[in-house]
């Protein structure tokens, strides 16, 4: 894709990303993704990859499901993503994910419940938590602003996964991200984002935002991810 051919552009001129393209190309496929964070031994939601939407009847079994989720591989903002009982899809239905899915790889998940109460969103800056939020994403339930929530009041189950996850990136990597967000549903975690993510600073008081962004700018000034 053309971002793909961006980053080879940038590193053939030795340009450098703040979070590497290295990084940034693992973290844009969520299968590698995924695969990756599964041999860190981190708990993340039970996935399958197919390119055969003919499969999600057996894949349901395989997850012990009856509710999937289907996403590209690589996707942003929750696009053509799906929450689908394998049970009830007619065949219209079955030939439109057809068409969309055409020569695309795709992720399959079993739906968590514990989504519609929102999923923590831990944003880190240079290694270290900043601010969180709980975001309440639209594709599956009502669509509702994040709240934040003060860092002495995340879980500390929440904390210690998404510091987990952090250091164990880190040493996979060899550099730590300057920025990363990790959303967490139910003690497992559904997604590193570090490729583009939104770091909620819209949501969290002015104080902080401005502590955070500060923060960010010297990272990005000196051009070091420590």
């Known amino acids: ?22 990084m940034v190309r693992w973290n844009i496929q969520k299968d590698r993704q995924l695969e990756t964070l599964r041999l860190l031994k981190l708990p993340t939601i039970p996935y399958a990859v ?17 509710k999937l989720v289907i996403k590209p591989v690589v ?14 899809i007619t065949s219209e239905q079955s030939q439109n994910l057809q068409n969309i899915f055409k020569e695309r790889k795709f992720i399959i998940q079993p739906f968590i419940d514990g989504i519609k109460n929102g999923e923590y969103a831990l944003v880190y800056i240079g290694g270290t938590l900043s601010h969180a ?12 602003t994040a709240v934040y ?49 939104d770091l909620m600073t819209r949501n969290i008081p002015q104080e902080l935002k401005a502590t955070a962004l500060k923060k960010l700018a010297v990272l990005i000034a000196k051009g070091e991810n420590k």
């Open 149 to 197: 929530i003060p860092n002495s009041e995340i879980p500390a189950e929440i904390v210690k996964l998404a510091d987990l996850t952090s250091q164990r990136i880190t040493q996979c990597f060899g550099t730590c991200p300057a920025y990363a967000r990790y959303d967490i549903v139910e003690n497992m975690i559904m997604e590193v984002e570090l490729a583009e993510p």
């Open 75 to 88: 996707s942003a903002s929750g696009n053509d993503t799906y929450m689908i009982d394998p049970l009830s």
């Open 1 to 22: 894709c053309e971002f793909l051919s961006w980053m080879e552009m940038l590193d053939t001129k030795r340009i450098p990303l703040i979070n590497n393209t290295n």
């Open 50 to 66: 197919s390119d055969n939407i003919k499969n999600l009847g057996s894949m349901a079994k395989q997850l012990g499901t009856t």
């Open 133 to 144: 939020v709980i975001r309440f994403p639209g594709v599956f339930a009502e669509k509702k």
